[in-house]
């Protein structure tokens, strides 16, 4: 075989594989990127972390994505998210008539995190994170009202604690006479590997969340069971800091000026060596 006819048979060859790879990228861009089908939250950056005290104030979510939901057609509310560097803030307001003091009464958000994106699980150490109004005692932290959890095959979603995690984040809450309003905080990336995810800037990662009122889940947003149909959540990039239009004028003016001197003294130069 000729040097020739080898390059036109390697190049054909290139060109349909390079076809083939063309004609499967939209498929295989979506399984990558769209491995949720619901909606999609962020990314939503914020400079100045909330207070988390349960008072959605609304001055300090000011750069969050919102979406509303319902959840079993009587609990109606607003889901507020974004990050900084540190932690990614969750924020909801959702209607009901009491706020649980007890365990017959106690009322509880917990949100369902696909650490991996895959579409697909539970699988061992997907995140959750919540807040039970009740309150818990943490072995770490303390008297706490954040829920932190993992899944693992044996038990379904418990207490990261339990098995040598650590309860990681804030949550407070209050009620105001129509909503339960939660604030929640929670690392993007800390040390609790095998119970919390870890998540950077750009990445994606799908939830879903389920409420309890009297301490029975009256349901799932979206709805479906299944993780394909949930929820994304894009972790937002810093915004970077403008750059003053008079540095960049400056900077053009410097370097004119510098290139003028040069060429300038490369002329005097030349003149000199010639007399
Ligand atoms: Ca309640
Ligand atoms: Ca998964
Ligand atoms: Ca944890
Ligand atoms: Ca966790």
């Known amino acids: 075989m000729g040097v020739i006819?080898?390059?036109k048979k390697y190049f054909s060859i290139l060109s349909v594989v390079l076809l083939m790879f063309a004609a499967a990228w939209p498929i295989l861009h979506a399984s990558v990127v769209w491995a949720h089908s619901g909606g999609v939250l962020g990314p939503a950056w914020t400079s100045t972390p909330p207070t988390i005290d349960g008072i959605i104030d609304a001055g300090e979510w000011s750069s969050a994505d919102t979406e509303a939901f319902t959840i079993a057609t009587s609990y109606a509310g607003t889901l507020y998210v974004m990050n900084d560097d540190t932690n990614v803030y969750l924020a909801l307001s959702i209607t009901d008539d009491d706020w649980g003091t007890d365990l017959n009464t106690r009322d509880f958000v917990l949100i369902f995190f696909d650490n991996?994106?895959?579409?697909y699980g539970p699988e061992l150490g997907d995140d959750a994170i919540g807040f039970i109004t009740t309150g818990v005692t943490s072995p770490d932290l303390g008297f706490i009202y954040l829920i932190d959890q993992f899944w693992r095959p044996q038990?379904?979603?418990t207490w990261d604690a339990l098995y040598d995690g650590t309860d990681d984040g804030e949550a407070a809450g209050t009620f105001n006479g129509t909503y339960n309003l939660f604030e929640i905080s929670h690392p993007l990336n800390d040390v609790d590997d095998d119970h919390d995810f870890s998540l950077f800037f750009g990445d994606t990662v799908g939830f879903s969340m389920i409420y309890a009122d009297n301490n029975e889940i009256v349901g799932r947003w979206p709805e479906s069971s299944s993780q394909s149909g949930w929820n994304d959540l894009v972790i937002a990039s810093?915004?970077?800091a403008p750059v003053p239009e008079f540095g960049v004028a400056s900077s053009i003016i410097a370097a004119v000026a510098l290139f003028s001197f040069t060429?300038?003294?490369?002329?005097?130069?030349?003149?000199?060596?010639?007399?």
């Open 155 to 157: 038990s379904g979603f």
């Open 5 to 7: 006819s080898f390059r």
């Open 116 to 119: 991996d994106h895959d579409g």
């Open 238 to 240: 810093p915004i970077p």
């Open 263 to 275: 060429l300038a003294t490369a002329i005097l130069s030349k003149k000199k060596t010639r007399l």
